[in-house]
């Protein structure tokens, strides 16, 4: 199995008090422990909703172990075969991956050692990003602990909230706008959960989704025989 945690978490969000007064036409205080709390749960929503980080935010994903399959490992949940099959790739969830901490592995008495970067490079030019293991190289595979026997640990987002896309900021205005305005009195009507986000914001963040199958493909995952060779 796997298992993501976070390292360090955001400092910053998507907007800030100052950009959802702005949008809402406030210039008093008096709502701004309100807005504070709003602005954070739009930024947790777009970030879930597109399965991506938004600002900067370091992360470790924790494999128990490293097997020969025929699909690329990956954390989270993914659509289809849109890439070549590589037995060796690794998968960092939570795109955009900008840089890779360390790459460790831990023995039965539990001391680490560095996996050395010449042994593999990044590719953060996919989606999701990927450890990628260089020609005639192998991962550890003895003496390893049964669980969380490997660490990699990264930093993801487009940086400070400035740097995030325009139609994932404007969302999270249209949104907290929203929430504003319902705050306390605003419930799901039947079943329609969509009902409770506004069309356009979601609209605006759908180029951003990286759409999902599987919660843990770790477990169980099929394999596709004879393809991407």
């Not at 298992?3 to 955001?10: M, S």
């Not at 205080?29 to 909703?49: F, G, M």
């Not at 590589?86 to 460790?104: A, C, D, R």
């Amino acid at each position: 199995m796997a298992g993501l945690k976070v390292h360090t978490a955001e400092t910053e969000f998507v907007v800030d008090t100052d950009d959802l007064k702005n949008h809402l036409k406030i210039t008093g205080t008096d709502d701004n422990d309100t807005l504070d709390v709003i602005r954070v749960a739009c930024h947790n929503w777009a970030k879930e909703y597109t399965n991506r980080t938004l600002t900067t935010v370091t992360y470790q994903l924790f494999l128990d172990s490293i097997n020969q399959v025929d699909l690329g490992y990956q954390e989270g949940e993914f659509v289809g075969i849109d890439r070549s099959i590589n037995p060796t790739n690794i998968l960092l969830p939570k795109s955009p991956v900008t840089s890779l901490t360390h790459f460790k592995y831990y023995d039965d008495s539990d001391s680490a050692t560095t996996f050395a970067s010449s042994n593999y490079y990044l590719d953060n030019a996919s989606v999701p990003a990927k450890i990628v293991l260089r020609r005639g190289k192998s991962y550890p595979s003895d003496s390893l602990r049964v669980a969380n026997a490997f660490e990699l640990q990264y930093v993801a987002g487009y940086g400070g909230r400035t740097s995030v896309p325009t139609d994932i900021k404007n969302a999270c205005l249209i949104y907290a706008g929203y929430l504003f305005e319902h705050r306390g009195d605003r419930g799901f009507v039947g079943l329609d959960y969509n009902q409770s986000v506004p069309y356009l914001a979601t609209q605006l963040l759908q180029p951003y989704r990286i759409k999902s199958l599987s919660q843990n493909p770790f477990r169980g995952q099929a394999q596709y025989i004879g393809m991407g060779r």
